[in-house]
Nanobody, 121 residues
Framework: QVQLVESGGGLVQPGGSLRLSCAAS????????MGWYRQAPGKQRELVAT???????NYADSVKGRFTISRDNAKNTVYLQMNSLKPEDTAVYYC???????????????WGKGTLVTVSS
């Protein structure tokens, strides 16, 4: 089975930095899109950043200039470098991937279990 495993969450002070990682494993043929979503307490899940196979990135307005998404295609891993963190960045961050499994004809969406990021002094 394909699975996404996030790591790197934790407690950080305002203005600090954190790097999240998400590794996709299993019987994977190709990965079209990888990205990060987050859900803060009392709010809906929202897109944070995505990166497609060609390298094009997309960011939510609230994180532009502070967060950087990147990927290592050889390792099927996506990263989210978070700088200048603010209390409002506190949320559970979920890794997402649209990928194709070996021997399958269609792409499918997969989600990680999430990693908690808490920005507080």
């Amino acid at each position: 089975q394909v699975q996404l495993v996030e790591s790197g969450g934790g407690l950080v002070q305002p203005g600090g930095s954190l790097r999240l990682s998400c590794a996709a494993s299993g019987s994977i043929f190709s990965i079209n899109v990888m990205g990060w979503y987050r859900q803060a307490p009392g709010k809906q899940r929202e897109l944070v950043a995505t990166i497609i196979s060609g390298g094009t990135t997309n960011y939510a307005d609230s994180v532009k200039g502070r967060f950087t998404i990147s990927r290592d295609n050889a390792k099927n891993t996506v990263y989210l470098q978070m700088n200048s963190l603010k209390p409002e960045d506190t949320a559970v961050y979920y890794c997402h991937s649209q990928l194709r499994r070996r021997s399958w004809l269609n792409d499918m969406d997969y989600w990680g279990k999430g990693t908690l990021v808490t920005v507080s002094s």
